[in-house]
């Protein structure tokens, strides 16, 4: 067997049917609405910038526009979209924190 037929029969192998018609109806149904095909066509030549986007998509409203990229964008699993801050940073340690006027205190 020479390395080309086993290349393929490798793929053949890892070929999931159910994986393609989900992506294949996933790819249908993105390009089936409304305005992402002519969007995805603007962008396929580069990214372009909300505005620079709307001017190149003729007709389209900024609303439209704003739900259509909205949609289009990677869903992150929710614990990802928490931001990731090292421990410490951006907030001080209880000890060097100033305490707050007190509370019957009056300002000058």
């Not at 159910?18 to 390009?31: E, I, M």
């Not at 505005?51 to 900024?62: E, H």
């Not at 704003?66 to 699993?77: G, H, N, Q, V, Y």
Request: charge should be positive; charged fraction near 30%; include cysteine.
């Amino acid at each position: 067997m020479d390395e080309a037929t086993g290349v393929a029969q490798a793929a053949e192998q890892a070929h999931d049917p159910r994986a393609c018609d989900g992506a294949l109806a996933r790819a249908f149904g993105f390009l089936g609405k409304r305005w992402n095909g002519v969007i995805l066509g603007t962008l396929g030549s580069g990214p372009l910038g909300f505005s620079d986007l709307r001017r190149a998509v003729q007709g389209i409203s900024d609303s439209v526009l704003s739900d259509r990229l909205s949609e289009a964008r990677p869903r992150r699993p929710r614990a990802a979209r928490r931001r990731a801050r090292a421990p410490g940073v951006g907030r001080l340690p209880a000890h060097r924190r100033r305490p707050g006027p007190a509370a019957g205190a009056r300002r000058a």
